[in-house]
Each structure stands twice: as C-alpha cells, then as structure tokens.
C-alpha cells in the first residue's frame, strides 16, 4: 500500500481563486463591520506599497518618478486613486486619466488635493492623455472589475492600446478586460506584469487565457478569509501540496500494494506512444505496468522496458487509448471497452476519447440523465480532442472556442460526461463536473512537443493506480510533468523521454523539503 508523505505536516499552500459572487458576498460582510471608506483604503494601502515596490525595482527609485492612473467607473478605479495619493507623498507624479463621468469622485478630489493631476479623458483632451502615458514609468490599470466582461470599450481600449512597453503595468484586482469567472479574454485587455488582489484571487487570475494577462500574483489581506466558501472555484498545488498528495510506498509494500496500471495504448502506426505512456507511468513509481497492444507496440514497449508485462490480469486502474486508432482492426477497442465496463479507474486519452461517446450513451438514463463518475473517470484531452469530443456529444465546437475558453469548455465536457476533465495546454486545467478546478502553470513553452501528452497521461494513470482520485492524480500529474519539463529543458529543447526521464529526480527533490 501507499501513503502520503510522512514529511507533510505544516505547509504552504498555493493560491485560491472564487467567483465573484462569493467575493461580493464577502466583501459586503466585512464592510459592514467597518467604517465607511476603511476596507477601500486598506486595499489602497497596499497597493501603493506593491506600485513603490515595481517602481523601485524596474526604474530604480521612486522619487521623481511618472505614474498614470487608468481610471474606471468603479471602486478600482476609487483603489488606484487612494493608491495614487500615497505615491504623490512619496514624490511620484501622479496622473490619473479619468475615462467615465462617474469616476470615483471621492478619490479623484483627494488625489488633485494631494498635489496629482486629473484628466477626464475625450476628444479635447485625448493628445495630453497619449502623453501622458508615453511619459510614464508605471501604469496603474483601474478600469474594470468584478462588474467587468471581455473586451474595452472607447476611451479605455485607445488608453490600452498606447501604454508604452518601457512601462510597468500594475492591474488592480484584475486585468480590465477579461472575464472574471472564465478567464475569458477578447481585445483589446490589458497585460499586466503584476495583479494586486484584495482578500482572495478572482478565478480569472488562475484560468487562462487570462492568467497569462495578470502577471506575478499579490493577494493583499483584507479580511474576507472567514466569509468565503470552504472550497474556491480554482486552486493551484504548491510544491508542498504535491509533496502532500504524492503516494510514498509503505515499508511493507509490494508492487501490488503500489498499484498496478493496465496500459492500453499503442499501434502499428503510433508504436511509439506506448513506450512514452509507459515510460511515464513507470518513472512515476507504479508496482507493475500491464501492457495490452498490437505485435509491434508490444515489441517496442517489452523492448524499452522488459519489466513490463504483457496481457490482462490483476490491476488498480487503466491507462486508455494513447496512439490508439479507433477504427483499426486489432483488438485494443474492445480492450479499453471491458475496462470501462469494469470498476476501475480510468484515464481515457486520444483514441480512448473518440469512443467514449458511444460508451457514455450507453450509461445514459432514459431521461438523459448522464452518470457522476468523476471519482473514476479521468479524460485528458487536449483543445482539439476536447472540440471534437464535444461535437461528437452534439455540442459543434472548434478548437478555437476551446482554446478561447478553456475553463468554460472543459466545465461543460465534465458535465456531459459526469468525468474530471484535465484539457491539456500551458496551463493545464482539471475540472469536475461541480466546476471546481485545479490550475497548474509549471509547464515551460519547450514542453509543446511530440509525446509529451503520453509521458503525462503515464503519470496520472500510475497516480490512479497508486490510489489518488482523477482530480488530484490529474493535477498532481501536471505539476510533476510541468517541473520534470523544466528541469529537462534547463532553457532548451526537450525530447519527451527526456521529461520521463526527469521524473523520479523531480518527486524526490519534492519530497525531500
């Protein structure tokens, strides 16, 4: 049998992402017990030490330096302001380019009594706003927040549009323009080299495309930890969670205890996809592989790894579908057929995905309700796959909706599936079908090569076997991968065996802290 890490005790986790009407809800509860104005300024507090601190760092003071405040209609608008008039008493010059008639009016008399400048932003005044911006050493973005949705509108897209690149961009809350539940993005929005948060992450900050636009991540406490739900809508494993999570072998263990992964994967024109799939799970640390493929897949695999063993027999979870062509005339459909018809867990990726609608209808009630299997089933499909499957459970999809929603898509694949969604990409996302989701951003753009989605889904599958449950083999997996990836390329390029290959150095180096 496995365990968790003896070492894990005490840790630190990683960030937590709510929606925003949970964070409302929180918010007005803590405002209530405060002073009117309070909660804003204490988030003013420190987002004018998080702006000091950019303008040290990239411009090497803070006296004498330029900062222009993108100012909305809303309370962030009201932050960057608060915001603005502690950086004009550390002699920043401040201005703020006003772009609603209902900017914060409170903040914007406080900051012109400070000594900073005020711009209401149209026609008239829109050569000085250019100016101003190509003038400056930092960027606040104030102009949208909870209440926001893709995309900015006239004056704020043409402010966005000119920000200089030898600026720092500070987003307060978010970055205006994207969508603050999805992490949906349409231009223009603003890219942020840093997000400064009150009291939790919005769930855009870890769901991508948007996570990309935030830049590092602050969360500023402002109190809100006890009225917010018990689980967030998105998380991400720390280092620490993964050490946490990861199944270490019992002194008494035996290869079956660890967990034995039966692998379907593999064919005549993909050999090579066993092997990686394989080689994954067995650097991950499983008992024993079980390999069912082809004449040729199997030579390969025996020939890379001649401890694995061929056929069925006695397993902990299935490995399903890497390299398999559906429509072949080998036996492996059949295979990955009696394994969804057994108790096991499985993860099921590429070939596996493309038979699985026919197998889900098959379970679907006569009402259409459609089974909760997410403690079974792990897909892991990547944009593409995720799009076809989808479109094959009648929903027409493209890729490119997919690739432009990733959470939204992949919530909506494990809802019509009843399985956790892990959608592969450069950020990996695993979703139930509750929508709860896990976000992993470890992956370097090196890792976008051939194989490598084998070697990760070897991983998950040997975590299955091992005893974790799809959602945290699937995120637990990613980490891994995403670390043994980046460890491999030390900058460069990688092969897939060479993350494979990184593996066991990566867990042993997380377990040893």
Known sequence: MTRANPKAGRHRKGPAAYRVEDLRK???????????????????????????????????????????????????????????????????????????????????????????????????????????????????????????????REPAAGLVDRIPDHAAVVAVDLPSGVDPDTGATLSPYVWADLTVTFGAAKACLLLPPASSAAGDLEIIDIGLAPYLPSEPLVSRLSAADVARLWPVPSPGADKYRRGVLGVVAG????????????????????????????????????SAWPEVVSGTGRVQAWLLGSGVVPDTADQQPEAIHEALESDHPCLLDAGALGLFPAELRAHTDSDGAVPDRSDRLLLTPHAGELARLLTDLGEDTHREEVENQPYAFAHRAARLTGATVLLKGSTTLVVRPDGHARSQAEAPSWLATAGAGDVLAGIAGALLA????????????????????????????????????????????????
């Open 26 to 152: 929180a918010e007005q509860q803590v405002m209530a017990l405060l002073p009117d104005g309070a909660l804003m300024q204490q988030a003013a507090a420190g987002l004018a030490v998080s702006c000091a601190r950019v303008l040290r760092e990239r411009t090497g003071g803070i006296s004498g330096r330029r900062a222009v405040l993108l100012v909305g209609p809303g309370d962030n608008g009201g932050d960057a302001l608060f915001a603005g008039v502690r950086l004009v008493r550390r002699g920043v010059a401040v201005t703020a380019l006003l772009t609603a008639e209902k900017s914060h009016p409170l903040g914007s008399a406080a900051l012109a009594a400070a000594g900073g400048r005020c711009v209401e932003v149209g026609p008239d005044t829109a050569v000085e706003a250019w100016t101003q911006l190509e003038a400056a050493d930092l960027v606040v973005d104030g102009l949208l927040g909870l209440g926001g949705r893709p995309g900015l």
């Open 466 to 513: 091992s005893g974790l449950s799809p959602f945290d083999a699937g995120s637990v997996a990613a980490f891994v991968h995403g670390r043994a990836g980046s460890k491999a390329s030390g900058g460069g390029p990688i092969t897939s065996i060479d993350v494979a290959d990184q593996v066991p150095s990566t867990v042993a180096a997380l377990l040893s802290h």
């Open 267 to 302: 064919s005549a024109g993909y050999p090579g996809a066993a092997v990686l799939a394989v080689a994954g799970a067995l650097r991950t640390g499983v008992g024993m592989v079980r390999y069912v493929g082809p004449k040729d897949a199997t030579a390969a695999v025996r």
